[in-house]
């Protein structure tokens, strides 16, 4: 079991993503979603093919993303005219989704930037 976990561990930022884009699909009410095709089929060719450069691509369109949508929250927040508990609590809900969706795009992205050479030079090689 915790050989299945630690291999799958390299997977956990894309296979994140991808739910997250799943739940942004089924949340967003359209079935002909671009961007939500779009930004699936960008994950699984980067599970597929394990491209540092797709990589970086994706994870910063997803930076972008998070970053317009949690700005588009504090607007929301800024704007509201009365208080309402169940407006606090999908903040709250809304926050902590776009920070672990935020979290797991930087972590792609380090993933991906991370330059560990392939064999280390021996001697004076």
């Known amino acids: 079991m915790f050989l299945i976990a630690r291999s799958v561990s390299r ?9 997250s884009v799943i739940i ?14 779009i ?13 540092r450069t797709l990589g970086l ?3 910063s369109i997803l930076v972008l993303l998070v970053s317009y949508l949690f700005i588009a929250l504090i607007s929301d927040i800024l704007n509201a005219k ?17 920070f672990i969706t935020g979290y797991y795009s930087v972590v792609l992205f380090m993933k991906n930037i991370a330059t560990t050479p392939d064999r280390y030079p021996l001697g004076s090689d």
């Open 57 to 59: 691509v994706i994870a």
């Open 82 to 98: 009365s208080f309402i508990w169940s407006g606090l609590k999908m903040t709250i809900i809304g926050s902590g989704y776009l």
């Open 11 to 19: 997977w956990y930022p894309e296979l994140f993503l991808i739910i």
């Open 24 to 37: 942004y699909w089924a949340s967003a009410g359209q079935f002909l979603n671009p961007i939500a095709i």
């Open 39 to 51: 930004l699936l089929t960008l994950l699984f060719s980067q599970l597929t093919y394990k491209s």
